[in-house]
């Protein structure tokens, strides 16, 4: 079986990215999402192992302590971190995993895992972005200067990203995921190995 | 207009690089083969500017000397060249061009153009290849082993290709060389360093 690949998707809030994993994920059975670990305690219905790993600090900082993440930080008095052994169970099953995560920590694990691919989701233009941000209605105007002001600092800090993926519209930006996901399958790797190996 | 890529698809004799690119060809309206010169006489039926430009070798030889051509070589007593400027037109124009060249063609025109995706065609396996071979019928068991022999020769030269496309099915293989392509315009380029402008 063809082992899964890791891919990460960075983005500006605002810019979709929730609704363009959504329609990949239900396109494409061959990838789930990473599952976080975190100290803050669960919601109503979040369960363990679904939406997060809730563990108290003392075993959050014994899972960094024995190298169980590939990245991890503190935000707002609660840790979270990706650990490796769910994302590295997933891909011996030729699970492709995917990350929701911000540049700064897929930077982080690009160091790790040089083989992770670096996904960023741009709006079509920053004057989209903002529209959309006013669109949404959940943030004060200072609040969405602020968004926008994060957003372009992220993009400025990606430029590592191997894709850039414009959601102009769902359907375009789902469209180019899914065909990333199948470009990097066609990289050199095991089976191009064996061929080799045939020689 | 988004500007288009050049794309080199190399594989075996027999591995099925012609009716893969056929149906590609079908399925992207934004994908053309590129127009090779040649010197050798036009068969019955064959017209300039369709499947060569017909050139004398004094021509040709100009062509040379003037740099007009991405790589060029000498096969059984004739000339042959991939132009630049049909390329490049091309390219300009938003259409992605296709070139089915040798690996060491393929190298040339890497160093000149560094920004060329190089694709190569792999069978599912060396034996599959044989079967292939021996299936079509027209060459002695002789020959099909001289074929077998070219084509692992060229895979071995073929290591800094980019992508390894295995044609176990036609419809598998069309699917990645079109993922390939999309992939390919969400790399780093004119319009994320349009948003770079903005910032």
């Known amino acids: 079986m063809k082992k899964g690949k890791m891919f990460i998707v960075s983005g500006p809030s605002g810019v979709g990215k929730g609704t363009v994993i959504k329609a990949l994920l239900e396109l494409r059975k061959d990838v789930c999402m990473s599952v976080s670990a975190t100290t803050r305690p669960p919601r ?4 363990d192992g679904v939406q997060y790993y809730f563990l108290d600090r ?5 899972w960094v302590a ?3 993440f590939l990245e991890h930080m503190e935000y707002v ?7 490796k052994r769910y ?3 997933a891909m011996e099953k030729g699970q492709n995993v995917l990350l929701e995560i911000d540049v ?6 690009a160091v790790k895992r040089p083989e992770t691919v670096l996904i960023f989701i741009l709006p079509p233009s920053w004057e989209e972005l903002e529209r959309r941000l006013v669109l949404r209605g959940t943030d004060s105007p200072e609040k969405i200067q602020k968004r926008l002001q994060r957003a372009k600092e992220e993009f400025r800090a990606a430029q590592a990203y ?3 993926v414009v959601n102009d519209t769902v359907e375009e930006a789902v469209r180019e995921l899914d065909a990333i996901m199948t470009a990097e399958h066609c990289r050199p790797g095991a089976r191009t190995e064996a061929m080799l190996g045939g020689l």
């Open 44 to 47: 109503p219905g979040e369960m």
């Open 104 to 109: 700064q920590g897929a930077l982080e694990i």
């Open 162 to 164: 191997q894709y850039f």
């Open 77 to 83: 008095g609660n840790c979270y971190g990706t650990p």
């Open 66 to 68: 024995r190298d169980e």
């Open 87 to 89: 994302v590295d169970t």
């Open 58 to 62: 003392e075993t959050f900082q014994d």
